[in-house]
């Protein structure tokens, strides 16, 4: 790939060279499968918005040629999963380049695949995915890039080798003049093995100076997206020295990249970064207490708008604030707008959804009635049941509301067991309390569009995490960017963007799970549901505050300035500030 030299952008970017962007899953497009939630999703929107800015970046990922899987429900709750195959010659430009990596001591050859994601200007940002489906490899080596986050831990760190070392080689390969290695999440910590062996002449290195580590450290940035301890990829020394071979499991063992024992893949990505962040304000405090040796930043997730909000409400902004596309800081007129302008083009998002689930279910749900949304990857710590707690005191809120509904969506992990049941236990809740004033639907399958339609359509969006182990979370700023307020746990992003009464209302902290339900049943019933029936002037204003001030915010040009700026090109006086912060550390 050739390198045009740029004399100005909206960035301050050097002349010439590429970041590149590293992720284990990116949602690329709606109908390829090849992500599993938020991290996926963050890692698409990040692209969208880089190709937006014109950023001149590469994005390396694995093909996930069987797809994440399709989700199935019966009338119980009980999920099953089907393989999602998806032909990557309907969407993708296969490149003539191969590379080869060590597992296990094979050689296994790999390939890309390109998909070419397209700004709003035409800038182009090649996502590249990673195969090993070729002759030249055995059975089992083919289907190291099938499936996403299937198999065991040793499938896991081979399809780590896959990513990480064919990632670096593959852009080498491919001519690709790199600055910048940007680490999304650990596990594609590899890249520096392959990085350190090029520092070192090639091969397995011999002795590694601390010049080479230092070297590697120069073009690496790494960004953690979990306070969750299962999210941190880890591997015994017998899987490392077996799978990745025992010298460079020896190298990486003087490097101090293991904890307790394991080959902890978040700590060789912060070995080998010169920067890191977490991915909202309180994480990067949570990241630093896990990991208290490093100077871990925090750059906040967003979302990016034109994938996110609907197609009315992006109608409505084309007419009243037309620059907003140009640049989202626009957003902020919002404020400015007829309050029948947001609520008829909320109205017609709702309608949209309520239709969709209709002809899902046959659940024909009521236009007026106050519908709440909540829908994620089901893990136990978002508590999905949360709601339930004191069944008898929803059912009365919502007979005192004039009806409530609320939708829920969201997959388990196959192998996650208590996740599964937390899914039949909403489903059972569901039919149990099923009456007039009280509605509660479970969607199947959640993926991209699904998302899009429930962030935007329905009245309020629900989070309930327990605290701290929510990183951001991202689907209460798409419903923000659709001006659709939040309840929530302070959390994650929500402790940013919260401003009681204006972007939302706050689920108090409690000493318990029922303490926090009684806030969220009071917040319903005080708060919420009044405003909406009795105050529809006022409720068109919660929603352009909510549009006006997240939306201006939690979206990835920000975000993506604020990487160039502070992780990718940083200023100098980024780096001053980071010597003042080291000084006057927490
Ligand atoms: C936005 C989105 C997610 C991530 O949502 P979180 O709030 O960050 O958990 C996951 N899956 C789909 C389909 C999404 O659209």
Not at 339 to 344: F, P, Q, S, T, Y
Not at 465 to 482: C, D, F, H, I, V
Not at 526 to 546: F, G, N, Q, R
Request: proline content about 4%; glycine content about 8%.
């Amino acid at each position: 790939m050739q390198t045009s030299s740029r004399a100005s952008s909206a960035l301050s970017l050097p002349a010439s060279g590429h970041v590149a962007y590293f992720s284990m899953e990116i949602a690329i497009h709606p109908a390829i499968p090849t992500y599993s939630g938020g991290l996926g999703v963050l890692a698409g929107d990040t692209l969208r918005s880089a190709a937006d800015l014109e950023l001149p970046l590469a994005a390396f990922t694995l093909l996930h040629r069987k797809g994440y899987f399709r989700q199935h429900l019966d009338a119980a709750g009980q999920q099953t999963e089907d393989v999602q195959p998806w032909n990557p010659e309907d969407f993708c430009a296969e490149e003539a380049a191969r590379v080869a990596v060590s597992v296990e001591e094979r050689t296994v050859v790999v390939r890309a695949w390109r998909y070419d994601l397209v700004g709003r200007t035409g800038h182009v940002i090649p996502i590249y995915l990673l195969d090993t489906d070729l002759e030249e490899n055995s059975g089992w080596d083919r289907g190291l890039t099938d499936h996403l986050y299937g198999g065991d831990t040793n499938y896991r760190l081979q399809q780590e080798i896959v990513l990480g070392m064919g990632g670096v080689r593959m852009a080498s390969a491919l001519g690709i003049d790199v600055n910048v290695y940007h680490m999304n999440e650990g596990h594609a910590a590899l890249l520096t093995l392959a990085l350190l062996e090029r520092e070192t002449g090639g091969g397995i290195p011999g002795k590694v100076t601390q010049y080479d580590v230092e070297a590697v450290r120069a073009k690496c940035v790494f960004t953690t997206h979990t306070p969750v301890p299962a999210g941190h990829d880890r591997f015994s020394a017998e899987q490392a020295g077996r799978i990745l071979g025992q010298e460079r499991t020896a190298r990486l063992q003087e490097q101090e990249t293991f904890k307790d024992g394991m080959l902890n893949m978040t700590l060789l990505a912060l070995r080998f970064s010169r920067y890191a962040n977490g991915v909202a304000l309180q994480h990067g405090k949570v990241s630093r207490e896990m990991f208290p040796e490093f100077p871990i930043e925090f750059i906040t997730n967003g979302v990016h708008g034109p994938t996110w909000i609907s197609a009315p409400v992006q109608q409505m902004l084309d007419e009243h604030v037309p620059a907003w596309r140009r640049d989202h800081v626009y957003l902020r007129s919002v404020i400015d707008l007829p309050a029948r302008a947001i609520l008829e083009a909320h109205a017609q998002a709702k309608e949209a959804l309520l239709a969709e689930v209709a002809s899902r279910t046959g659940m024909v749900l009521n236009p007026k009635v106050l519908t709440l949304g909540f829908a994620r990857r089901v893990a136990t710590y978002k508590r999905a049941n949360l709601l339930f707690t004191d069944a008898e005191r929803l059912v009365e809120i919502a007979k005192a509301a004039g009806g409530l509904q609320i939708l829920y969506a969201g997959k388990a992990h196959p192998a996650d067991e208590p996740g599964k049941a937390l899914i039949r236990e909403v489903v059972e809740r569901a039919q149990a309390l099923d009456s007039e004033a009280l509605k509660i639907v479970y969607l199947e399958n959640y993926e991209w569009e699904l998302g899009a339609q429930l962030t935007a359509g329905v009245d309020v969006w629900v989070n309930t995490p327990k605290r701290p182990y929510e990183a951001s979370g991202t689907s209460g700023m798409k419903a923000a960017l659709n001006g659709v307020p939040s309840l929530s746990i302070l959390d994650g992003w929500w402790i940013e963007g919260w401003i009681e009464g204006v972007t939302g209302w706050a689920i108090e902290d409690g000493a318990n799970d029922a303490e926090e339900a009684a806030s969220l049943y009071t917040k319903l019933e005080k708060a919420v549901a009044p405003l909406y029936h009795d105050a529809p002037e006022k409720w068109a204003t919660l929603m352009k505050t909510t549009l006006s001030i997240n939306g201006t915010f939690f979206n990835t040009n920000r975000m993506v300035q604020q990487y160039t700026r502070n992780a990718y090109y940083p200023t100098t006086e980024a780096v001053h500030a980071k010597v003042e912060e080291a000084a006057f550390a927490d």
